[in-house]
């Protein structure tokens, strides 16, 4: 990237590294490294036309997603469509989960291309409005 004078990284990470989850506390406290990291990349490799971002995701119909929520459900003692609407439905705005090709998709290709080229550093969340924090 460096000697193309041209490049993009794009890190994937969850809203809960800045609004942790009781039940994934672990999982953030692991992730919260990926925002400092950004930062300091950005003002590392900007100088030769690269730049990073990351996207903090809130919840998309993913076999990892309904894995964990299943897990979460049989920990609870409690219906996994239960647990799917109450804790992954309900906090959201949109009252729905995320979908890749409409909602991260278009982010992806546009932080992808030189069209971006003055977005690095950032932290861009898409979650459906369900963080309260900014």
């Known amino acids: ?35 400092q990291l950004t930062k300091v990349l950005s003002r590392e490799l ?7 971002n990351t996207i903090l ?15 979460l459900a049989k920990r609870l003692g409690v219906d996994f469509k ?13 009252k729905r989960i995320g979908i890749v090709e409409k909602d991260l998709a278009p982010l992806l290709v546009f932080l992808s291309s030189e069209y971006s080229s003055y977005i690095t550093g950032s932290i861009i969340t898409v979650d459906g409005g369900v963080m309260r924090t900014y």
Do not use: C, H, Q
């Open 1 to 35: 990237m460096i000697s193309n004078g041209f490049g993009r990284i794009v890190f994937i990470s969850s809203y809960t590294v800045k609004e942790p989850s009781v039940y994934l506390s672990l999982a953030d406290v692991s992730r919260a490294g990926i925002i």
């Open 46 to 52: 900007g100088k030769y036309g690269i730049t990073v």
């Open 57 to 71: 995701l809130g919840s998309f119909e993913t076999p990892g997603a309904k894995r964990t929520i299943a897990k």
């Open 82 to 94: 239960k647990v799917w609407e109450e804790e992954v439905i309900a906090p959201t705005s949109v």
